[in-house]
T-cell receptor, first 114, second 116 residues
Framework: QKEVEQNSGPLSVPEGAIASLNCTYS??????FFWYRQYSGKSPELIMF????GDKEDGRFTAQLNKASQYVSLLIRDSQPSDSATYLC??????????????FGKGTKLTVNP | NAGVMQNPRHLVRRRGQEARLRCSPM?????VYWYRQLPEEGLKFMVY????????ESGMPKERFSAEFPKEGPSILRIQQVVRGDSAAYFC??????????????FGPGTRLTVT
């Protein structure tokens, strides 16, 4: 069973702190990794994607990928109350027959306290 | 609006009726994916389509559910004889290239289906 695991939280951080969201995946052959943000009652919004080992920074967001450990994380610097949302990790998985599919974790709920 | 469009945004159906959900992909995108999300649960893949082709329907329930993406017009997810358990948010996503090259999927606003 191809899986993407996230700590469901809730993760609570004070405003201005660094929020660290983690994700592990089971398919060693995965090549593409995505972070989506989903506000309550809204649709998922793509905020970061990463394909290579290491760090990728975009504004206050940094995605970190370690393929050897099958681990991807999202750091949010200077957290703001507006960052309060559920963060979904998504990973492409290889299936039998050679096809691929994007598999989502269940998400980590982040609350940033003013 | 260059984003993924879905309609209706809210749909109420009585048990036994049919529900039709529509999705127009982002401009320049030719791949469409449908997901279902139950309250407080994660996204569940249902089906992946390209124009006139179903590529992967491994997440679709075997009965009552069908999907299409015709040459002209939006993709349609059809649920026949709805039951209360079908109540959920249904999201459509689109991508520019297929899953063999890139997975950047962009989501529409969703259709909230309520079965009474």
């Amino acid at each position: 069973q191809k899986e993407v695991e996230q700590n469901s939280g809730p993760l609570s951080v004070p405003e201005g702190a660094i929020a660290s969201l983690n994700c592990t995946y089971s398919d060693r052959g995965s090549q593409s990794f995505f972070w989506y943000r989903q506000y309550s009652g809204k649709s998922p919004e793509l905020i970061m994607f990463i394909y290579s080992n290491g760090d990728k920074e975009d504004g206050r967001f940094t995605a970190q990928l370690n393929k050897a450990s099958q681990y991807v994380s999202l750091l949010i610097r200077d957290s703001q109350p507006s960052d309060s949302a559920t963060y979904l990790c998504a990973v492409n998985m290889h299936l039998q027959g050679g096809s691929e599919k994007l598999v989502f974790g269940k998400g980590t709920k982040l609350t940033v306290n003013p | 609006n260059a984003g993924v469009m879905q309609n209706p945004r809210h749909l109420v159906r009585r048990r036994g009726q049919e529900a039709r959900l529509r999705c127009s992909p982002m401009k320049g995108h030719s791949h469409v994916y449908w997901y279902r999300q139950l309250p407080e649960e994660g996204l569940k893949f249902m089906v992946y389509l390209q124009k006139e082709n179903i590529i992967d329907e491994s997440g679709m329930p075997k009965e009552r559910f069908s999907a299409e993406f015709p040459k002209e017009g939006p993709s349609i997810l059809r649920i026949q004889q709805v039951v209360r358990g079908d109540s959920a948010a249904y999201f459509c996503a689109s991508s520019k290239t297929g899953p063999y090259l890139s997975y950047e999927q962009y989501f529409g606003p969703g259709t909230r289906l309520t079965v009474t």
